[in-house]
């Protein structure tokens, strides 16, 4: 390319960055196109992210690869991030996507093959690759390792990293430190714990907390907890609350929650309607 294509394609690209800081996303594609097409990396980069934005994920993909086949960690990340949420085939390539952004040192890509990992149930790479992004300054990695340490009975290590990811109100963290001060019968300070953590940002705080009062027969308590996590989506905070009501004899508002709990895929929740259903037979 030459000295007046590199200097047509940067001067796009700046004006790419205006529209869409404007969200004028029409005009921010085109102007990122024309600079993406004399080779600007960060141009294909910025253009897939804009297309994404737009609805057009077919053009995403399209330009994320050409950023990733140029070795752009973030587009390798990117790319697998949107085939993740494909066909079966395209989540197998999102993983090898994963791996080479992670080999180049992307904590990002590095924290997403922790979570695959320990869902699958293999948890020494989980922890592997948890650990490397934890090292880079991932938080959510780091939060992620302490809690394969605590069902590895590393609790010392764990919490020391819990209480400094607390400090900066990771919810995670404080859902985890409230499950350790729960155990240890500190109930009030494990109650302090997860509002924090719900106040942070994590449902499944209230549905502990639901739980919790449930059990100490506060049962108000626990059904506006068991409500704050249903409203938010929460397919446990549904059957937490649903199974509330069905012992205050609610039973209308009861199956209406599991019946959206069971939506969600609560297995908990299917089988609730089904003793429910059974009971009605009867």
Not at 37 to 57: F, I, K, P, W
Not at 125 to 137: D, H, I
């Amino acid at each position: 390319m030459g000295a007046r294509g590199w200097f047509s394609g940067r001067k796009s690209f700046k004006q790419g960055l205006a529209l869409a800081e404007q969200q004028r996303l029409d005009e921010a594609r085109d102007a990122y196109l024309r600079a993406a097409e004399s080779g600007s990396v960060n141009a294909q980069y910025n253009l897939a992210l804009v297309y994404v934005d737009l609805g057009d994920r077919r053009n995403g993909i399209l330009w994320f690869r050409r950023g990733a086949a140029a070795g752009d960690a973030g587009a390798m990340h990117s790319l697998a991030v949107q085939l993740d949420d494909g066909t079966r085939k395209e989540a197998d390539e999102a993983v090898e996507w994963y791996r080479k952004a992670a080999a180049l040192g992307h904590a990002p890509s590095q924290y997403n093959l922790g979570l695959r990992y320990q869902k699958t149930g293999e948890l020494p790479l989980a922890e592997r690759y948890f650990e490397q992004a934890a090292k880079l300054g991932h938080l959510d990695a780091d939060v992620s390792l302490a809690g394969l340490w605590l069902g590895r009975g590393r609790t010392g290590e764990a919490e020391e990293i819990l209480r400094r990811a607390a400090e900066q109100e990771h919810p995670g963290a404080l859902g985890f430190l409230g499950d350790l001060a729960g155990q240890a019968g500190d109930t009030k300070r494990a109650a302090g714990l997860y509002v924090r953590a719900h106040a942070a940002g994590f449902s499944g705080a209230a549905v502990n907390l639901g739980v919790m009062y449930e059990k100490q027969q506060r049962l108000a308590e626990a059904e506006e907890w068991f409500r704050k996590a249903a409203d938010a989506g929460n397919p446990a905070g549904m059957y937490g609350l649903g199974r509330l009501l069905v012992g205050l004899d609610r039973m209308d508002e009861a199956l209406v929650l599991f019946r959206q709990a069971a939506g969600l895929g609560s297995e908990s929740a299917r089988h609730a309607l089904r003793v429910l259903a059974d009971r009605k037979k009867k």
